[in-house]
């Protein structure tokens, strides 16, 4: 009998793994592939982590003891995790995306500054912004290497005790108040508490328990341009997340000398078999949508070097889900994390860990509740 399964081990539910293995708890984590793995959200080698949150400022107290948990995981391994190349967030002057920002910097006394155009375009040479654009640069973010987080994670989990059942599918899902009886391929496990993160295979697991959540699995991609290194290097450049006319993109400085790195976070195919991803390229969007962007903000022209395709799952409301299962109280789901929720899946495991062992967590995730979809 084990007091905690886990259902999908990539990046929230390894960061819960760990933690819940460090309290002590015999945890085991079952997942349908070997995580770190490219079928979920977490692949593409790297992740932004900002602080000054346009989406909301309910994030903010998340993302900063995120950081926090990044750092101490940082120093647990012997290869870099975090890279402080700062964030910069561009849009337009009056847009709520900008004014966001500025908002929750101020409310939670972040350090930001802000920058015009051309601010923004002689301190990087590397960018060319359109004078209706301002920038809002915050110099202790910068980017996440995601698959090695994950393998970090994983390799802490198992050296405090957590057990691993990768490669295996649920095939049955049983659930009284004080147990949960998980049928894999050929062995049962049993388990006093479950947390379901299985990313874009959540309602494929949560059918065994006649349970669906609002979740939209979305095709995306994501490119690698080659770029001058001297000018977009991660030592002199930053990242960044651009929000105007209704477009949202994110990117990432030359890393390593793989090149810069974009992708969109709006629009995208709507998937109807969240397992069947249609290859980089399908559709002519796939190269459109970054190409446009790189000849709008970059000073250099860039040619396409590699493009690869995810998923996002995410809510109607673009916020995540982490909650209790209705009726079911020794069951937690943690979703809908897919766009922005990477950053997160430090502080996220730890909040797991909290509402598994006490039922609650200093942190409002009242914004996460399901009962908002009621």
Not at 122 to 136: A, N, S, V
Not at 181 to 202: C, F, H, R, Y
Not at 308 to 313: D, F, H, Q, R, S
Request: with cysteine.
């Amino acid at each position: 009998m084990y007091d905690v399964a886990i259902v999908g081990a990539g990046s929230m539910g390894m960061a819960a793994g760990f933690y819940l293995a460090k309290e002590n708890e015999r945890v085991v984590l079952i997942d349908a592939f070997d995580p770190p793995h490219s079928e979920g959200s977490h692949h593409g080698e790297t992740r932004l982590i900002r602080h000054a949150y346009g989406e909301g400022e309910s994030y903010v107290p998340m993302a900063l003891r995120a950081q926090e948990l990044w750092h101490e995981l940082d120093k647990q391994v012997d290869e870099t995790l975090f890279e402080p190349t700062g964030v910069l967030n561009i849009g337009d002057k009056q847009s709520d995306f900008v004014k966001n920002v500025i908002e929750s910097a101020k409310t939670h006394g972040l350090n930001l500054e802000t920058l015009t155009a051309d601010e923004v375009n002689e301190r990087w040479e590397g960018f060319q912004l359109e004078d209706h654009l301002m920038g809002c640069f915050e110099p202790e973010s910068g980017v996440l290497m995601s698959e090695r987080c994950i393998q970090a994670y994983r390799d802490l989990a198992f050296d405090a005790g957590a057990q691993f059942k990768f490669n295996e599918q649920v095939q049955k899902l049983e659930t009284q108040d004080d147990e949960v009886t998980i049928t894999l391929s050929n062995e049962t496990i049993q388990a006093k508490k479950l947390i379901i993160s299985a990313g874009k295979g959540t309602n494929q697991v949560l059918t065994h328990l006649n349970e669906q959540l609002p979740l939209n699995p979305t095709r995306k991609t994501f490119s690698w341009f080659q770029a001058d290194e001297e000018l977009y290097h991660s030592s002199r450049f930053p990242g960044w997340a651009y929000d105007v006319d209704g477009q949202t993109f994110y990117g990432f400085p030359s890393i390593e000398k793989q090149g810069v790195k974009l992708g969109r976070h709006d629009s995208g195919h709507v998937l109807k078999d969240p397992m069947n991803l249609a290859p980089f390229g399908h559709y002519e969007d796939d190269l459109a949508d970054v190409t446009s962007q790189v000849e709008r903000i970059f000073k250099e022209p860039m040619s396409h070097d590699e493009g690869k395709v995810c998923t996002y799952t995410n809510t109607p409301d673009g916020h995540f889900i982490i909650d209790e299962l209705p009726n079911h109280s020794n069951i937690y789901v943690a979703c809908g994390f897919s766009g922005h929720g990477f950053k997160f899946s430090s502080v996220v495991g730890e909040i797991l860990t909290q509402l598994t062992l006490h039922g609650r967590t200093p942190f409002n995730i009242e914004p996460f509740r399901l009962s908002r979809f009621n």
